[in-house]
Nanobody, 124 residues
Framework: QVQLVESGGGSVQPGGSLRLSCEAS??????MAWFRQAPGKEREFVAG?????????RYADSVKGRFTLSRDNAKNSVYLQMNSLKFEDTAVYYC??????????????????WGQGTQVIVSS
């Protein structure tokens, strides 16, 4: 049974930083990604990688240059370093794993397993 355990969410002021972690167990997946869902909005892609090394990550335009995804293959984990956080980054962040193809890696449907979510609040 696949389980994803997320950690690292919290409250931070605008301009601050947080680092999210997600450790997967019960399976090994090529694709690991982060999505987020803000109140009243649909869940959206944030960042992801199809390479077990974490190479060639893809990012949503809204987070490019501020967020960095990395992976530790030995720990079957994926991380999201979030810098220069903005009010609009407030959301529940979800880790997702699966084996999507490149053209679908930014879609919810491409991932089979999801974490429970971790809250990120950016507030002054």
């Amino acid at each position: 049974q696949v389980q994803l355990v997320e950690s690292g969410g919290g409250s931070v002021q605008p301009g601050g930083s947080l680092r999210l972690s997600c450790e997967a167990s019960g399976g090994n997946f090529r694709g690991m990604a982060w999505f987020r869902q803000a109140p009243g909005k649909e869940r959206e892609f944030v960042a992801g990688s199809l390479a077990r090394s974490g190479a060639s990550p893809r990012y949503a335009d809204s987070v490019k240059g501020r967020f960095t995804l990395s992976r530790d293959n030995a720990k079957n984990s994926v991380y999201l370093q979030m810098n220069s956080l903005k009010f609009e980054d407030t959301a529940v962040y979800y880790c997702a794993v699966g084996n999507p193809i490149l053209s679908s890696m930014m879609t919810n449907e491409a991932y089979r397993h999801w974490g429970q979510g971790t809250q990120v609040i950016v507030s002054s």
